[in-house]
């Protein structure tokens, strides 16, 4: 056997003696740029300390990069939990992994932990920090990890999961189990310190930073009640999260977005401004848009129906429920069961059960297969703004980001193979339309997912083929995107277009999906040129994602000040004392006769209480108006964005506000 080995870094290359590690190899090839955390070892990620094989592709993996970012936060979570059980003695310990801009760990205590207990964990995450523990990586057979973790129930109950096959593995598991000759071989990860010996060992498929004190910055952030695998009929766990990051700078402004997005957040605002309603009687994840969020949503839906039209999709209705063979024939049953509501039976269904809809797709393969089509008809694009019911669990419930029930700006367009292609191209251009029409600006991040691990068996070819299509339609638009690996829905890949709010913040909402699964489940056709046959394939397309998810995050990046052809109330005028009154209705109805929504404060305040009120309430024009403005034919404009004007022709001021909301502007400066 050779005692040295090469390793490359794209066209560098450099001989090291057998065993070298991976950070041992990114210094002899010169690769080390700033502050890395792991290696990237011919495309897996890898510990800096871990040995690389010979002929190795090796790169650095830098702290700043979202790799290198949950790299940093698992590893911090899993300092977090050597705190919590060195000052719980008695704690179960679960699962921790990263998660979008932080972490958590789920442990079995005798009571939920307070805020005094964060201070103190923290406080000890702090000693551990400073005692520079390693995180050592060990390979343990099946037997040995459970006899090692027989006080921990979680962890030996995801062994006996993961080595029986029942699941492939889990969030925070171990890897996917190398099985040799029979054996199942799981990774330990041991917090171990300067003196050899091990604090705390846990089961996770890695990879971690080098030692504890490579941590620069972290905040525990609040606990929560969480079912052990998401299952409500499993124990309630207690959940902490936190944050994690590659420096103090970076760590002090996601705190200060924590606490923006917190003024922001769209039950709030959604309660101060009367736009929704989240009443106990309706039960978690269900609302009731207001007067004023009504208007709001009427606008969104208005424009999606006229640009549906303008771009040739047909619209249709359809029910809310249907008999459960629908739901059998189309598979959501089986692969989507847990999410759909208990079957209903009604007296004249002929003992059939009723479901509510989770989606809209059956129905309109329904209306699709109401006649015979034509390859000439083709693309058939079917538009609904569909109502859906889903029932998410109640840990994860977010007022209107994810409810249980909300309406799809859904479509369905049925199309030949060779035209698969500008289909979701257009898609794709169609959500860029929308999102600059709403003031989001162009999509953020937009990620082509593959097949998953779960999907609809056979059907290799059509699987690469759409994958292969949905390549080209991004790429025909010209935005970048990135793949995600096995995170395509079950019965075909998609695409996820994500925006960018006022704040930074990133929201998945529009997805393109293409499907070979249901056209063949309800044998739909067309007949081509050849008289015979053939099968459409199917692209789900929803822009919004929901109309209530949408109008939460547009709620919350313009902090509920929308711009003025979205708002409620347009307009408010204000006369400054009683006798004034005659002209703000006048004013008022010359901006009524623009259909400008506006409203006159009349009430028996102080002129100051009515600016404020106006201010509070966010409308974006306030017009006052006295004597010398009556005797004018003018107002005085205290807008929500921008400076005073004064002595401003009614007309012109009209002109102004038409246009505005006509050319829907969103380019005004955000809140």
Known sequence: MSSTISVRHGDASADLESGATAIQALKALEAVRGQIVAARVDGQEWDLDREVPDGAQVEGIAADSDEGRAILRHSTAHVMAQAVTDLFPNAKWAIGPPIEDGFYYDFDVERPFTAEDLDKIEARMVELLREKQRFVREEVARDDALTEFADQPYKTQIIELVGDGTIASAVDAPDAPEVTDGNVTFTVYRNVRPDQTVAWSDLCRGPHVPSTDRIPAFKLLRSAGAYW?????????????????????????????????????????????????????????????????????????????????????????????????????????????????????????????????????????????????????????????????????????????????????????????????????????????????????????????????????????????????????????????????GEGAFYGPKIDIHARDAIGREWQLTTVQVDFNLPERFDVTYVG???????????????????????????????????????????????????????????????????????????????????????????????????????????????????????????????????????????????
């Open 529 to 671: 040129d050849d008289g015979a046959k053939h099968r459409p394939y199917m692209v789900h397309r929803a822009l919004f994602g929901s109309i209530e998810r949408f109008f939460s995050v547009m709620v919350e990046s313009f902090n509920g000040a929308f711009p003025t052809w979205l708002a409620p109330v347009q307009a408010v005028v204000i006369p400054v004392a009683d006798e004034f009154d005659g002209y703000a209705d006048e004013v008022a109805a010359a901006l009524r006769a623009n259909d400008v929504r506006v409203e006159v404060d009349v009430a028996d305040d102080t002129l100051g209480a009515k600016i404020r009120r106006g201010q509070t309430s966010k409308v974006p024009y306030a017009l006052i108006v006295g004597a010398s403005e009556r005797e004018a034919r003018t107002v005085a404009i205290r807008p929500y964005r921008g400076d005073q004007r004064k002595d401003v022709p009614l007309d012109e001021f009209v002109t102004e506000i038409d246009a505005e909301i006509r050319e829907r502007r969103t380019d005004l400066d955000l809140p």
């Open 229 to 485: 695998r998401g299952q409500e009929d499993q124990p309630m766990l207690q959940r902490i999260y936190g944050t994690a990051w590659e420096s103090k700078k970076a760590l002090t402004k996601h705190l200060e977005m924590i606490e923006e997005a917190k003024k922001r957040d769209h039950r709030k605002l959604g309660r101060d401004l009367e736009l929704v309603h989240f009443p106990d009687e309706l039960g978690p994840g269900l609302s009731i848009f207001l007067p004023n969020g009504a208007i709001v949503r009427k606008q969104m839906e208005d424009w999606i129906r006229d640009e549906t039209l303008r771009r040739g999709y047909q619209p249709v209705y359809t029910p809310h429920i249907a008999k459960e063979d629908l739901w059998r024939i189309s598979g959501h049953l089986e692969n989507y069961g847990e999410l759909m509501y208990p079957g209903m039976e009604l007296e004249d269904g002929g003992g059939a059960a009723y479901r509510l809809k989770p989606m809209n797709c059956p129905f309109h393969i329904l209306a699709f297969t109401s006649r015979t089509r034509s390859y000439r008809e083709l693309p058939v694009r079917i538009s609904e703004l569909g109502t859906v019911y889903r029932y998410e669990r109640s840990g994860v419930v977010n007022g209107m980001l994810r409810a249980r029930g909300f309406t799809q700006d859904d479509s369905h367009i049925f199309c030949r193979p060779d035209q698969v292609v500008d289909e979701v191209a257009d898609c794709v251009e169609f959500a860029r339309d929308l999102y600059r029409a709403f003031g989001l600006g162009d999509p953020s991040r937009v990620a082509i997912s593959t097949r998953p691990a779960k999907s609809i068996a056979g059907h290799d070819d059509k699987w690469e083929a759409a994958e292969a299509a949905l390549i080209e339609a991004v790429q025909k638009t010209g935005l970048e995107y990135e793949i995600d690996p």
